[in-house]
């Protein structure tokens, strides 16, 4: 009986590995793309890889032209988030030639990474893959893990990142109990730390009165729909992007009136450019993160979790728990399960970045240099290596 268990046990890892293979997550992906296109009868009949790309061969149904699925390409991208060539082959037959780009353990940010509007970049094994907060479906965030997987080193990203592409031109919110860890961010005049519940509630309050405030807006043009539109309308009317981060969010678990306020934001923020992204290592839906909330974050990033349990919280999905201890490294659902890994940027990295964005009067007083302040250790696996180490060159 124990042979038959573990023959079976053997048989399911390898199942497991033959589809966490490449291969099979392109032919997933794509096949789920094409059904939700209602193209279901578009085969992919091979994968190969070659090099540094994959081949994907396929054959199109009656009816559909190669010009006619040439305007999929932007789609298929995206279901794959890797470039795509199509070539028409014969007869019925395509071939559509992926990007392929090699996972490292260890991504440095660089100042070659793309900078435009509210996108920030992650990588994965297919490229480059940019999360989107212009877009309606990830306008909000929510994020978890296990303590010093990654958490802390994404908002530092989302910060800095959206800061410099957008030249200051927003306004960062943020809300943390342990300020001594935001010191990278201190004088730079769009950005604001909240440290207790009071200032927590405050800031939110102030967010809400935005938000009603844009609302009647957008209501007063009567002819634009979301903020978007309406900064393509009205260039010269100021309408700044918002995004409230919030930080180990489970110690407002209590607060009804921060739940409220944040349960309000998710729910009727998003299309008015003012964004919400929580983190926390188990936003548990019942005790933590409310039903509601959960129900209006569709974007979720996973860095490793202790438990399978802990995984499908955030992610509806176990696969969080399989990650191992990489820092960086996390599953992001945006659509669809996609595992990623964050480029490192570290605090002296963001102080040096966000120089030019700082006040010049009290410099000294409220933004203390790197060199000023014992700056955290350096994540292990972030430290410069040779083994799994790119600068993106």
């Known amino acids: 009986m124990l042979t038959l268990a573990g023959a079976a046990l053997v048989a399911a890892s390898g199942v497991g590995l033959i589809q966490n293979r490449p291969k099979a997550i392109i032919r997933k992906q794509l096949v789920r793309y094409f059904r939700s296109c209602k193209l279901p009868e578009v085969s992919v009949r091979r994968i190969t890889r070659h090099g540094a790309t994959y081949a994907v061969r396929i054959t199109l149904p009656y009816g559909v032209t190669v010009e006619k699925f040439q305007s999929h390409l932007p789609g298929m991208e995206q279901a794959v988030a890797a470039p795509i060539k199509l070539k028409h082959v014969f007869g019925a037959t395509c071939e559509l030639t992926l990007g392929y780009a090699p996972f490292f353990e ?8 793309p900078r435009n509007g509210l996108t920030v970049p992650l990588m994965t094994p297919f490229g480059t ?12 965030l929510l994020t978890g893990g296990a303590t010093r997987m990654g958490k802390s080193a994404l ?23 342990k300020v001594t860890d935001l010191y990278m961010f201190r004088g730079v005049p769009h950005i604001e730390v909240a440290e207790t519940d009071r200032e927590a509630l405050a800031v939110l309050e102030q967010a809400l009165d935005e938000a009603k405030r844009r609302k009647s807006l957008l209501k007063s043009k009567k002819n634009v729909v979301d903020a978007k539109q309406f900064r393509q309308r009205y260039p010269d009317e100021k309408m700044e992007p918002v995004f409230i ?59 490793s979790t202790t438990d399978e349990t802990n995984s499908m919280i955030i992610l509806d999905s176990p696969e969080a728990a399989h990650l191992g201890k990489i820092q960086g490294r996390a599953y992001l659902l945006d659509g669809f399960l996609e595992k ?12 040096t970045l966000l120089e030019p964005y700082r006040k010049e009067e009290g410099t000294e007083d409220d933004a203390p ?25």
């Open 106 to 113: 260890k991504v440095s940010y660089t100042d070659r990474l």
């Open 129 to 140: 893959r940019f999360l989107d907060f212009s877009d309606e479906t990830c306008c909000h």
């Open 155 to 177: 908002i530092r990203l989302i910060a800095t990142h959206l800061t410099l592409s957008l030249d200051g031109n927003l306004q960062i919110k943020m809300i943390n109990n």
């Open 245 to 303: 981060i919030i930080d180990e969010y489970g110690r407002f678990a209590d607060n009804k009136a921060i739940q409220n306020a944040v349960t309000e934001l998710a729910e009727t923020a998003g299309y008015l450019d003012i964004h919400l992204i929580i983190s926390s290592q188990r936003p548990d839906a019942k005790d933590v993160l409310k039903p509601r909330i959960k129900a209006n974050i569709l974007t979720r990033i996973a860095f």
């Open 340 to 351: 990623v890994q964050v480029p490192y940027m570290s605090p002296e990295q963001v102080v």
């Open 369 to 393: 240099r790197s060199e000023d302040i014992e700056a955290p250790e350096a994540l292990p696996s972030f430290i410069s290596g040779s083994t799994g180490f790119t600068d993106l060159s």
